[in-house]
């Protein structure tokens, strides 16, 4: 008798792996996919805000540069109508 029970028990826990191997391995599967979704569209994201960020401070270059190329043009006038008037 403790053969058949033994017998019962061994094929019981083989059905029991036989179900729940499969069923972890898609979950960790699951798991890592939505892992993986989630850690790229955070880089996504921090790329755009990083992408936008640079171009907010390239564009306030380019203003600041036009900004003292216009002082530096108007100083240049306000010179040469000086020079001119001492001639």
Not at 12 to 26: E, K
Not at 57 to 67: G, K, P, V, Y
Request: charged share 20%; net charge positive; no cysteine.
């Amino acid at each position: 008798m403790a053969h058949g029970q033994s017998s019962f028990r061994r094929i019981l826990l083989s059905r029991i792996l036989l179900v729940s191997v499969p069923v972890l391995l898609v979950g960790v599967y699951v798991t890592y996919r939505k892992a993986r979704s989630t850690f790229l569209e955070t880089a996504r994201q921090n790329l755009t805000e990083s992408a936008v960020r640079k171009g907010e401070i390239i564009q306030q270059s380019i203003e600041a540069l036009q900004n003292n190329l216009a002082s530096a043009g108007d100083a240049a006038i306000a010179r040469s109508d000086i020079l001119m008037v001492n001639y």
